[in-house]
Structures are given as structure tokens and as C-alpha cells.
């Protein structure tokens, strides 16, 4: 695990975008895992900026997201279909062909959550996968619990979760209670993981990922298991370290 303690989360999204540019000028059908969440906005900023000086393009990239919210359509401004589009899709030269988000609106969700692991295996998963983490260590909506899902599955979301991400809807009640998330045998499977953190609140979770221990109170730390992981956080994320 490669760990970068930089300035600010500016600094943390410029090193992001360095390093998937530097990839993907490389390997230019490159399969990106994406995020959502405030964490990796910065990161498409960049990436976006790139595209639009010609350094790199998204032609021939394949993406895969971590997840999406349960019942919310692909249209609702809250969705990480929509989440996606707005921050990035619609701004690079990627297919929409080539995009891949669960569908928190499918009928039947078993089926679902079947289907986005087929394709995960059918594309032989992501190469890089940018991820956030939350407060409470979740990664992707794998959130702490006395098991942790291998495979990608419908999960329900803590109240510390629903908390957290009620700052995006009107109301608290209006958020989610369940989600779609790919399991953490998808999110290992990345040849390549950056993780993004800022700010103070995510000291805590940072602190027991970096210890180097593995446990399902804290999902983010199954990432001590991979070969291959740069964290990327700003001096208030690094402040217990
Ligand atoms: C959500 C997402 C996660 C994200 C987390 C942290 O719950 N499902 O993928 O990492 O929030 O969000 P933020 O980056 O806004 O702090």
C-alpha cells in the first residue's frame, strides 16, 4: 500500500487524474472502475480538463460504478446514473455503450445484481478502481457488518450512511434505505485501487485502514489484502495517523 498525505484535496484530485492519465495513455481501452460521492469529483475535474486539452481521450474506455441507490430512477437527481453523467460521462468522449451502472430500478433485483457480476467477469474486472470511503469505513456501499458480501448484492444502508449522504436530498426521509453495490470480490479483482479521502471526518476510518489489520467493522481495511492500492488523503484525513 502506497500512502500520499498531500496539501489539500486539490492536490489529491491532481495526483488522481496523473496517475489514470499516465494509465490510459498507455492502455487507451482502459476498464475504469468509478466512484461516486464528493470524494473523486475533483478527480473527473481533471480528468475533464485532460480530455479537453487532447491529452487523453475516452474513446475506448469501459466503465464499471461501485453502485447505485435502490428505487431511485436512472433520471432522479440523486441517482449515480445521473451523479455520473453530470460529473463526467457527458463531458469526455466515452460511449455510453461502454458505461456500466447497477440498475437500482431493475424489477427483479436478483437478477440484477447476477447480471453486474457477469459482466465484471466477462470483462475480466476494472483495471483501476478509484473509491471513497465513508465515515464509518464503508467502501462502495459495503458498509460495517458482521459479514461482508463477496458478490455484488442489494445491501441496506446504516442510518450513519443515510446521515451522511441525507446532505444531498431535501429530506432525510427521502434517502434510500437499500442499495446496489458490487461485492468486495469485484472491487479486489482491480488490478489497480486509488483511494480518495478528505477532510477531518474521515481521519478515523483512514487511521484503522492504515493500521494494516482486516475486519468487517471496517470494510475499507479488506484493501490491506491487495497487492496493488495508493491512498491518496489530505493532511486533515492523515491527522490520527
Ligand atoms: C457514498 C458512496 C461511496 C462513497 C461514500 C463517501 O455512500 N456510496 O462510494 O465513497 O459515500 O462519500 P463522500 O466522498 O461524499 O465523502
Redesign the pocket.
Known sequence: MEVFILENYDEISKKASEIISEELKQKPNLKLGL?????PIGTYKELIKEYESGNISFKDVVAFN??EYVGLNKNHNQSYHYFMRENFFNKIDIKEENCFIPNGSAKDLEEEVKRYDNLLEEYNYADIQI????ENG????NEPNFTLSADTSVVNLTDD?IN??SRFFKHKKDVPKTAITMGLKGILSSRKIILIASGEKKARAIKQLLIGKVTTSNPSTFLNLHKNVIILIDKEAAKLL
Request: proline residues 0%.
Open positions: 466512484a461516486t460521492g464528493s470524494s461501485l453502485d473509491l471513497g470511503i465513508g464503508h467502501i462502495a456501499f450512511t451522511a449522504n
